[in-house]
């Protein structure tokens, strides 16, 4: 992937919770939809969404188009990187990321929720 200029990615995170406790899972999907990136982060903010696309960008290289919902830490995070115009937030623009949500519920309320960090990582 890291030659390809034209993909498209989507960002999207979710609430999870592990060992009681609420965390966010952070999710990149491709234009084909394949989730090809995720992690876990104790807060929601600006630092956490940063730390995830430096990981996402240096692994698979920078991408034509990242489509984010209005989570505004997405907006400053792309500002830092200087990546700004590449995002596209728009009402129904997330919507293939956003549909990983369901299965992942069904598979996490089968496993009776998570206890380690690790386990949610692999499992992610």
Do not use: C
Request: charged share 35%.
């Amino acid at each position: 992937m890291r030659g390809f200029r034209h993909w498209r990615w989507h960002l999207d995170e979710m609430y999870v919770k592990l060992n009681g406790e609420m965390v966010d899972l952070w999710r990149a999907v491709d234009q084909e939809g394949e989730i090809f990136e995720s992690y876990v982060t104790k807060t929601r903010n600006k630092k956490a969404a940063l730390v995830f696309m430096k990981k996402a960008l240096r692994r698979h290289g920078s991408p034509e188009a990242i489509t984010t919902d209005g989570l505004r830490s997405y907006g400053a995070a792309l500002a830092e990187l200087g990546t700004r115009d590449k995002q596209d937030v728009g009402r129904w623009a997330n919507d293939r990321v956003e549909k990983f949500h369901l299965p992942f519920r069904r598979r996490e309320r089968a496993m009776l929720r998570f206890r380690q960090m690790r386990t949610l990582q692999k499992f992610a």
